[in-house]
């Protein structure tokens, strides 16, 4: 069945699908499109705030697929029938776990990146704290153009665990 609280944006080119049931908080989307991808706003989306090449480009590095995008003239029936809510959505800075209650978890995701959810520090190898943090996803591809995290691009280069 599927979750009630998935959504749907769109322009008049492509629909981005929001499923925060994947969502690990890898703030990607936020952090580069955040005229688009604002989670302070409702509806969290607005795809008139940016281009549709841009749009594609940030909605190709979420790194488990909470966000995925189609081209309208691509959509089934079912999907063309759901329109964009604007009732009660999930915030996606609200999904996060509570760092107090919940042990860091290390998840590898299938053909994707290592993702750690929890509080943890980021340390390189001189010992210098980089980061601190409560959710990030590393790159297990060797492919991303932001090293140690990972960008998206394991699906570009079709990153495979069976490879
Ligand atoms: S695992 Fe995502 S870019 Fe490498």
């Not at 329109?83 to 915030?91: A, G």
């Not at 996606?92 to 959810?117: C, N, Q, R, W």
Request: hydrophobic share 30%; charged share 30%.
């Amino acid at each position: 069945m599927e979750d009630p609280r998935n959504r749907q944006y769109t322009n008049d080119e492509i629909t981005v699908f929001w499923k925060p049931a994947k969502c690990v908080h890898a703030t990607t989307c936020f952090r580069e499109l955040i005229e688009v991808f604002n989670p302070g706003r409702r509806p969290w989306v607005d795809m008139s705030a940016a281009s549709t090449q841009r749009i594609i480009e940030v909605t190709d590095k979420c790194p488990t697929d909470a966000i995925v995008w189609k081209y309208n003239k691509d959509l089934s029936e079912n999907e063309l029938q759901a329109s964009t809510s604007t009732s009660e959505e999930v915030n996606p800075e609200t999904l996060s776990t509570d760092p107090e209650t919940k042990p860091a978890k290390v998840t590898i995701m299938k053909d994707g990146p290592i993702v750690v959810e929890g509080e943890f520090k980021v340390i390189d190898s001189n010992g210098n704290e980089l980061k601190s943090m409560i959710m990030t996803s590393f790159c297990r591809c060797g492919g991303s153009h932001s090293m140690p995290y990972c960008d998206g691009r394991h699906r570009k280069i079709g990153f495979n665990d069976k490879k």
